[in-house]
């Protein structure tokens, strides 16, 4: 899928849910789900090509592929997160969006902290004594 | 110096990457926090490099388990042991392969009726037998069959027929399947003019 694929959906969909907003509600919401993950999956391919150079690169800059493979989680986590937040606010849920923000932004962290104890051992090392 | 130069070169590397990285961050609250993540893992990245310098200068000899070959330079090395086992084995079959066509000529050409013959053997990529082709030129087979003393080399050409043929094909192929252990399906056997 191309961006102008994805523009005509995206227009296709707006129009849809402007009319199905005031008719049927809930309709839209659904609509906007499907679309969600319609454009996520159509772009599920090229990120893998993404993905490639990142490993290529990583394995040319002799990284330990176990950060580089947590960087990617924490980007999937932080797309995954912005998707449902932007649903659940199209539909007019505030508060379930900045949920998951929340639990989005913990897992975050959760999967920051390897790399910063290593970081912190490492610092540990250079200080003396 | 050359550790340097690597270090400078990863540490491209890792620009690249960090600039990679930053296209794809997300818009949004989650921006800050997916930020943080990559300046940390930019910052383990540049780290560990200086560290191994700074506290292993003394640790640079190639340990079995750190080594990394060059990919290209293996490929290069394993690519000259083919062409040099190749070479080897070329030289082994055809001396092998000769030796066995004189050897299997000698022999079949005691089967009477037979007055030359050629061989010719089929060597596979690894040096192994393949197929035998025999091209037989016959003699006056009933000379020799009903003689005592069988003359091997018979000057006499005589035509012989469709019988004869066969059962000196069949003698050849015992022959050679009692000899060299060869199954039928190895053998090719013709006769020179039909």
């Not at chain 2, 019988?163 to 053998?187: F, V």
Request: proline share 3%.
């Amino acid at each position: 899928m191309e961006i102008p694929q994805v523009v005509g959906l995206a227009l296709l969909t707006t129009i849809l849910l402007l009319i199905l907003r005031q008719e049927k509600p809930v309709m839209a919401v659904i609509l906007s789900i499907v679309f969600s993950i319609v454009v996520f999956i159509f772009m599920m391919e090229k990120m893998a090509s993404i993905i490639e150079v990142m490993q290529e690169l990583t394995h040319r800059a002799q990284i330990n592929y176990f950060f580089m493979a947590t960087i990617l989680k924490i980007l999937g986590v932080a797309y995954l997160g912005e998707f449902a937040a932007a649903i659940c606010q199209d539909a007019g849920e505030q508060a379930v969006a900045r949920k998951v923000e929340f639990a989005a932004k913990i897992i975050i962290a959760v999967l920051s902290l390897p790399i910063m104890i290593a970081i912190l051992e490492s610092m540990m090392e250079l200080m003396p004594g | 110096m050359s550790t340097l130069a690597e270090i400078v070169k990863n540490i491209l590397y890792i620009i690249i990457l960090a600039s990679f990285l930053e296209i794809l961050l997300p818009d949004g609250g989650l921006k800050p926090f997916v930020r943080f993540a990559i300046g940390l893992f930019i910052l383990i990245s540049v780290l560990n490099p200086v560290l191994s310098l700074l506290f292993n200068e003394q640790q640079f000899e190639v340990k079995l388990w750190d080594y990394q070959a060059n990919e290209e330079q293996s490929e290069e090395i394993l690519k000259k042991g083919r062409d040099i086992n190749q070479q080897i084995t070329d030289g082994n079959s055809a001396a092998v392969k000769e030796k066995m066509q004189g050897q299997i000529a000698s022999i079949a050409m005691l089967v009477p009726g037979v007055q030359e013959l050629e061989t010719r053997i089929d060597m596979g990529q690894e040096g192994t037998f393949q197929k035998l082709h025999i091209m037989v030129k016959t003699g006056d087979f009933m000379q020799h069959k009903n003689s005592d003393n069988p003359q091997v080399f018979s000057e006499n050409q005589s035509i012989i027929g469709e019988p004869e043929k066969t059962e000196i094909k069949e003698r050849i192929l015992g022959l050679l399947r009692n000899l060299y252990g060869m199954q039928k399906t190895d053998i090719e056997i013709e006769f020179q003019g039909g």
